[in-house]
């Protein structure tokens, strides 16, 4: 555990309260009047009011639209139903700032539906709302479809025999052995889009400003510590309470009922009802996954002169001085894939020492440690970027003008889906098989080589698929401390959009687009090598 501890005390714990620190506290003690007055301001109300309402709104929508197809992947046997699962598991690793690049060409000016229809849905609530379900639709998909397809569905069917009808037999039996699934992957979709930045960035426009985007246009834009620091701490009293609820309900899940194996209970559609369910659910996948990502490729090679390679080309230069970078936009493919590799090697060490901590150990302290490597998802991201710059510039991490900053913010939101993906595995591994080495003369480090590491090998490689796309795509702490002659992609994609200009435009579509494929083959590799019990994600 000390690795991991040491690694969040430094760099997660540090920063966040030193951001804190410096908002609240002055020569004269700690102001924390400045609460009350910052959270009774009509202004930031209207902010935690919205961030609340499309959070819940997002939620609701996602559960209403994903459920069916958390169904037809769990019950149903179908052509294809290994690429489509791959399909809409793609949108969950995307960065946030491809999700919105991808839907403002679908939805805003010059977009395809202004094009085809006349109709904007750009700085509107319905943009932002239908950008989070597209993101979190694999949450629900793979949370409770997982957990729906070690059902046993001879319990519902012995209850139609003694009498129910199929709804009643499915609220009473089935509902409640995924309620527990639902939940979890309910609270998953509301912290991923309570915590929303990227997505409310770009589709929002001034209008709309969840605490994530506040807080960022109070650090980076209004330099009001204070007004900052009070709304980090409301995010994280939120963000820690909900994945407090999640533990449990992740519990809950486990002990729901005796699970079967999955391809006990797939099979092929039938009758007219379950194949219009699963065509449904292909049109479902079509709208709102792979129509945006095609929109986003079509506009990457639309170019004034007709279709072609003129955005791609764009990025192999720098431009003059009037441009967005001091360095071709080409050059950030190679920075993120070099940073993310770097997080990833980081994430791995620090979340698989972690998981191995905790199949060793109980007790409150263990659940608290789990607790803590989950909290990067809660907290604002803007919040631990701008926290690096102002704590790690001094002897001994003098870091400020290091590269090495870009990975470690990187690795924190990745260290969370290491964990999860092989704690479930690593509490599998019989401790008798350790026994066993060690009473055959094997050193833990020996038994550890030859008894886990070959069991929680497929699960080490999915880690290190999930670390490397969720490190690939982290926007909120990295826009902080890319250095200009050194963007990632999505720091780049961003500061494209915020210029105008045509060729802006496309060029951020092209870097999206490349940004998107690199996720999606990543992605795919991993759905090669993944097993079902890989872990919760």
Same mark, same amino acid.
């Given at each position: 555990m000390a690795v991991p501890v040491a690694f969040f005390t430094v760099f997660f714990a540090y920063p966040v309260s030193a951001i804190v620190g410096r908002g609240l506290k002055t020569d004269e003690g700690w102001q924390f009047g400045r609460i009350g007055e910052v959270l009774s301001r009509p202004d930031i109300l209207d902010v935690l009011w919205f961030t609340t309402w499309q959070a819940l709104a997002s939620t609701a @929508?996602? *559960?209403?639209? +994903? @459920? &069916?197809?958390?169904? #037809?992947?769990?019950? $149903?046997? $179908?052509p294809g139903k290994q690429v489509l699962r791959a399909v809409v598991t793609v949108p969950f690793v995307l960065p946030t700032v491809v999700v919105g690049t991808a839907f403002l060409a679908l939805l805003g000016r010059g977009g395809f539906l202004d094009e085809l229809w006349g109709v904007r849905l750009d700085t509107t609530v319905w943009a932002i709302l239908l950008a989070h379900v597209f993101f979190n639709y694999a949450v629900v998909v793979r949370t409770v479809g997982g957990l729906w397809s070690q059902l046993d569905p001879r319990q519902e069917e012995a209850a139609r025999v003694l009498g129910a009808g199929r709804f009643a037999a499915w609220r009473r039996v089935t509902l409640p052995a995924l309620g527990p699934a639902v939940a979890a992957a309910a609270l998953m979709v509301f912290l991923f889009t309570f915590t929303s930045f990227g997505v409310v960035q770009i589709l929002g426009g001034p209008s709309y400003s969840t605490l994530e985007v506040e807080v960022y246009r109070q650090t980076a834009q209004l330099l009001d510590l204070p007004t900052a620091a009070v709304l980090t701490m409301v995010q994280f009293v939120a963000g820690g309470a909900i994945l407090a609820v999640h533990a449990v309900t992740v519990r809950r899940r486990e002990r729901a009922l005796k699970l079967v194996d999955p391809a006990q209970t797939s099979r092929r559609p039938r009758g007219a009802g379950q194949w219009a369910l699963l065509g449904g659910v292909l049109l479902t996948a079509l709208l709102l996954i792979l129509l945006p990502l095609g929109v986003l490729v079509e506009r990457s090679f639309d170019g004034p002169g007709g279709y072609g390679l003129g955005y791609y080309e764009a990025l192999q230069s720098a431009g003059g001085s009037g441009s967005t970078f001091l360095v071709p936009p080409l050059e950030a493919v190679g920075n993120s894939l070099r940073y993310a590799f770097v997080a990833t090697l980081i994430a791995l060490v620090v979340g698989g020492l972690a998981a191995a901590a905790l199949t060793r150990r109980a007790g409150p302290l263990v659940r608290g440690f789990d607790a803590l490597l989950m909290l990067p998802l809660g907290v604002s991201a803007v919040t631990v970027g701008f926290g690096f710059l102002i704590t790690l510039d001094e002897p001994?991490?003098?870091?400020?003008? =290091?590269?090495? !900053? #870009?990975?470690?913010?990187? /690795? *924190?939101?990745? #260290?969370? $889906? #290491?964990?999860?993906?092989m704690l479930p595995v690593l509490r599998a591994v019989d401790d008798r098989l350790r026994e +066993? +080495? /060690? +009473? !055959?003369? /094997? =050193? &833990? @480090?020996r038994a550890w080589r030859e008894v886990d590491l070959p069991l929680v090998r497929r699960a080490v490689l999915v880690a290190a698929g999930f670390a490397f796309a969720v490190s690939l795509g982290e926007f909120g702490a990295t826009v902080f401390i890319a250095r200009p002659d050194n963007p990632t992609l999505p720091v780049a994609v961003a500061r494209l959009l915020g210029r105008s200009g045509e060729l802006?435009?496309?060029?951020?579509?092209?870097l999206s687009t490349i940004l998107m494929l690199v996720c999606a083959v990543s992605l795919l590799l991993l759905e090669r090598i993944r097993t079902d019990r890989s872990g919760e994600f």
């Open positions: @929508l996602t *559960l209403l639209i +994903a @459920l &069916p197809g958390a169904y #037809v992947f769990a019950r $149903f046997d $179908f001994p991490l003098d870091l400020r003008t =290091s590269w090495i !900053l #870009v990975p470690l913010a990187q /690795a *924190l939101v990745g #260290v969370p $889906f #290491v964990v999860r993906t +066993a +080495a /060690a +009473a !055959l003369g /094997a =050193s &833990p @480090l802006n435009y496309g060029q951020a579509m092209a």
